[in-house]
């Protein structure tokens, strides 16, 4: 059990008393979900995830804040449910200002094997959309999930239900990216020198598949694409070089886009990215 201080509170459903109070470093929590031996803890405002056996909690998860380019957004994870190995939970992020960030909106999973996050299903309706509820539809694989917006609970103007299959529909376009933090790649007095980029998939492309890499110095900047690749019925690429000239850089962020097909998809599932530098360091 939890509440609105930082402190869990296990309890076998037998005994008359709690057992050893279980503390993290967040207060409010807002959401337990036990899988197998562990419980997952969702608590504070800056989207944190604890994990704990029943005897000491330690961090497991944060949602990361680059993805919305803004300074300590306030993130808060709504309700979460547990299907085919993963956890699924909604976000609602706001700003310093109380401003909703719409870079969250949508269903988060976490894959219990890698740890790897993603957002399974984008709302139907965009701006200011949150998701709310999770369940798991066990029948045919696919997660509900209801959203709203922030300000309209009490007029009731905008909400709804989505349904996300959770075995991952391939999308044909670019809509399906990642998108690395502000990475340092140099120093002030150490500047790098960059000349290109390759990168590795699981799979190779099928026809009609491709990548396609950007890149920006800061998160003011928009990105430019450096290249793209794309499969073909006679090529079908499983790494790619792109040259490029990053000069005298400190700061560098990259994204990597991906689309797919519907029918016997690759999924084009990405594994690595390197930068080729052209200083001897």
Not at 11 to 20: F, I
Not at 145 to 165: E, L, N, P, R
Request: charged residues 15%.
């Amino acid at each position: 059990m939890g509440g609105n201080s930082n402190c869990i509170y296990p309890w076998d459903r037998v005994s008359l008393q709690v057992g050893a109070v279980i503390k993290i470093a967040d207060t409010y929590i807002r959401d337990l979900l036990t899988v197998n031996t562990n419980t997952y803890i969702f608590a504070g405002n800056r989207g944190r995830i604890y994990v704990t056996n029943g005897n000491q909690a330690n961090e497991f998860f944060k949602v990361p804040d680059h993805i919305c380019g803004k300074i300590e957004p306030a993130i808060i994870i709504n309700n979460s449910c547990y299907n085919k190995n993963k956890i699924a939970f909604g976000v609602s992020a706001t700003d310093n200002n109380g401003t909703v960030i719409q870079s969250y909106n949508g269903l988060w999973t976490i894959d219990l094997d890698s740890n790897a996050c993603h957002c399974l299903n984008v709302q139907s309706t965009p701006a200011a959309v949150t998701a709310i509820y999770a369940y798991p539809i066990t029948s045919d694989n696919t997660l509900i999930h209801g959203f709203g917006f922030v300000t309209a609970w009490t007029t009731g103007s905008v909400q709804g239900i989505d349904i996300a299959y959770s075995t991952g529909e391939p999308t044909t376009d670019y809509s399906a990216y990642i998108e690395t933090d502000l990475v340092p790649v140099g120093t002030f007095l150490n500047k790098r020198t960059f000349g290109g980029i390759e990168f590795k998939l699981s799979h190779p492309l099928l026809s009609g598949e491709g990548v396609r890499i950007s890149y920006r110095y800061n998160k003011d900047a928009s990105y430019t694409v450096v290249g793209e690749t794309l499969g073909t019925a006679d090529i079908n690429p499983l790494s790619d070089f792109y040259i490029v000239n990053f000069d005298q850089s400190q700061w560098l962020q990259l994204k990597i886009e991906l689309k797919s097909i519907t029918s016997n998809p690759s999924y084009t599932r990405l594994t690595e990215v390197r930068l080729k530098s052209n200083q001897q360091q």
